[in-house]
């Protein structure tokens, strides 16, 4: 059994980061084209997309804020016109902010989670999924991340927005499955990524001593998973929130 994403268009937020890439690079490995969504890395982005090039498949540099209305629109645009209206969207963008106790924490922290998490959820769906309703199929999967589930401290602000991107995740997966659009997230640990490999960071002891498979998990575990998300194997999968962090969390029943 392979992953086959042949004639897809995959839209990939936050492609230029350390996960995007990868994320970017493994489904266009599996024979789909992306669209490489980019916030302010450029140079990044174009070499994205000149290493998908390389690959055979097609992909597209777009710029946009995905916490506006009128970006998003602009950039469904481009993608349409330079690609094809996507089959596949992976939410992935995340803004960074220094993390403190809620006491502590400025409101202005929560309000930028919420657009970095549920403003682009929504954005995003709204823009893209109609096209998916209207085909009858597709593929949305949200990139959440263990820290939703285990709310430690200091994580408060990020916890919130991911809490608030699983409710409408899990709301339109209820709206859309009737037309053969599955939506689901995946919550990565704390992964390898090449900046650890470039530092030499790879292992962290006190981390993984409390993962049950004792190591960090690599960038490639969670693209794995998307590609998984991505396919025609998963496609009577919906509402799911998968952790991919060797146990860290477990969901219960």
Request: glycine residues 10%; negative net charge; aromatic residues 6%.
């Amino acid at each position: 059994m392979t992953i086959n994403l042949s004639g897809q268009t995959a839209l990939i937020t936050g492609a230029s980061g350390e996960l995007g890439t990868v994320i970017a690079r493994t489904l266009a490995g599996c024979g789909a084209d992306i669209a490489v969504h980019f916030h302010s890395n450029a140079d990044k982005a174009a070499e994205v997309v000149a290493e998908i090039e390389g690959l055979g498949r097609r992909a597209h540099a777009i710029q946009a804020d995905v916490s506006s209305a009128q970006s998003v629109t602009a950039m469904r645009a481009a993608i349409d016109e330079k690609l094809s209206a996507p089959t596949i969207v992976v939410l992935n963008a995340v803004s960074k902010y220094t993390w403190k106790p809620v006491l502590e924490q400025p409101l202005e922290d929560f309000e930028d989670q919420f657009r970095s998490c549920v403003a682009q959820t929504v954005l995003i769906t709204q823009a893209f999924s109609p096209a998916m309703v209207e085909r009858g199929g597709g593929r949305i999967i949200g990139i959440s991340s263990e820290a939703a589930l285990q709310c430690y401290t200091l994580h408060s602000a990020y916890a919130a927005g991911k809490r608030g991107m699983d409710g409408v995740l899990r709301c339109l997966a209820r709206e859309v499955g009737p037309h053969g659009v599955t939506v689901n997230q995946i919550a990565p640990g704390w992964v390898v990524t090449d900046k650890d490999r470039a530092a030499g960071k790879e292992v962290h002891e006190g981390y993984a001593s409390a993962v049950p498979l004792r190591r960090r998990g690599n960038d490639t575990d969670i693209a794995h998973a998307v590609a998984f998300l991505a396919s025609e194997q998963a496609g009577f999968i919906t509402g799911a929130f998968l952790p991919v962090c060797g146990g860290n969390v477990m969901v219960g029943i």
